[in-house]
């Protein structure tokens, strides 16, 4: 008797454990690496750029100040973009950052957000920080075949 309850213990211990293993799988979304498409939504405010200008002559740091401007990504994926400037400088090299208004289309593959304005040239952006008030975009253009930049804009709601 004592063999037969022993096995009918162990029998419902391997049961609940495995019924707990299959149970408590990690198929959660982790919205941190990867967070929901409502997190852009909003009206973004520029708030600063950063970054670096490369040409035959090496890579020198830009220097950007009085960064204005908002982007509103709306649900429908469409984008308007309003009063965006900084005036930046690189070495002797000013670099202004001039859009008065601009709309198009966005789309986002994990952390790539694509803009698209109405013009059909796409911006293919990596989202290095995401949070609910907090978003840094990074921009790599190649200007011409030996000339590129490399900029970081931070945006807040």
Known sequence: MKTILKTILKTIAI???TSLTISCNNDDDDNS???VADD???TWQYKSVSGSFTSPAGTFPMVCNNTTGTITLNTNLTYTMTNVS???Q???LELPLAIATNSGTYTRNNTSLVTTPSSGTAFNMTIEELTS???KLRLVQTI???VTTDVVYTLEK
């Open 133 to 135: 008030n907090r978003m």
């Open 33 to 35: 690496s990867t967070p």
């Open 86 to 88: 900084s005036a930046c």
């Open 144 to 146: 011409s075949a030996s």
């Open 15 to 17: 049961l609940f454990i």
């Open 40 to 42: 852009l939504i909003g």
């Open 90 to 92: 690189s070495g002797k």
